[in-house]
């Protein structure tokens, strides 16, 4: 990889993971704090995204906000490490813009969806059963396939918007 990439391809490769870390923390700050940026609220290669406040107000843990990025089609990132309650966000040169404004609206869908559900009780609530299975789910003609099994206390039609059609709150 070092041999292929050469002295040129790897500055590049690390200017542009550090410029997208950057980016995503500035773009989720408002949602998430960011832990451990320099004097000028700048990050390395990685920024570590800080779930713990929005747990404690919300009950969401930082599980289910992993299983949740699942259901928008991402894996999670790094969890708890180096700090308990904490996502841990390295993007790579690999990663295009329009894949990381994915992510991050994927991000701030969540908290908007946690802040909206806040006052609820929180085993009720979109994110702590996150994982919703999506098999042979379509454009609504399959939303039926899911309906004779759905046992979360909010509606099935509203994960669908939220997931598969991607409305905002």
């Given at each position: 990889?070092?041999?292929?990439?050469?002295?040129s391809g790897l500055?590049?490769?690390?200017?542009?993971?550090?410029?997208?870390?950057?980016?995503?923390?500035?773009?989720?700050?408002?949602?998430?704090?960011?832990?451990?940026?320099?004097?000028?609220?700048?990050?390395?290669?990685?920024?570590?995204?800080?779930?713990?406040?929005?747990?404690?107000?919300?009950?969401?843990?930082?599980?289910?906000?992993?299983?949740?990025?699942?259901?928008?089609?991402?894996?999670?990132?790094?969890?708890?490490?180096?700090?308990a309650g904490t996502?841990?966000?390295?993007?790579?040169?690999?990663?295009?813009?329009?894949?990381?404004?994915?992510?991050?609206?994927?991000?701030?869908?969540?908290?908007?969806?946690?802040?909206?559900?806040?006052?609820?009780?929180?085993?009720?609530?979109?994110?702590?059963?996150?994982?919703?299975?999506?098999?042979?789910?379509?454009?609504?003609g399959g939303l039926?396939?899911?309906?004779?099994?759905?046992?979360?206390?909010?509606?099935?039609?509203?994960?669908?918007?939220?997931?598969?059609?991607?409305?905002?709150?």
């Amino acid at each position: 990889y070092i041999r292929m990439m050469g002295a040129s391809g790897l500055r590049n490769a690390t200017l542009t993971a550090i410029a997208s870390a950057n980016y995503i923390a500035a773009r989720l700050n408002d949602s998430f704090p960011v832990l451990y940026t320099g004097e000028n609220g700048r990050v390395a290669h990685e920024c570590i995204l800080d779930v713990r406040g929005i747990s404690k107000e919300t009950g969401v843990s930082i599980d289910d906000v992993a299983k949740r990025l699942a259901d928008y089609g991402f894996h999670a990132p790094t969890m708890s490490f180096p700090v308990a309650g904490t996502l841990m966000v390295e993007p790579t040169e690999s990663e295009s813009l329009s894949e990381i404004d994915e992510f991050c609206d994927a991000m701030i869908a969540i908290r908007e969806l946690m802040r909206a559900e806040a006052q609820r009780d929180p085993h009720a609530w979109a994110a702590t059963a996150a994982g919703h299975a999506w098999i042979g789910m379509g454009i609504w003609g399959g939303l039926a396939v899911i309906l004779d099994r759905w046992t979360a206390v909010y509606l099935a039609p509203l994960a669908y918007l939220l997931l598969v059609e991607g409305v905002q709150l």
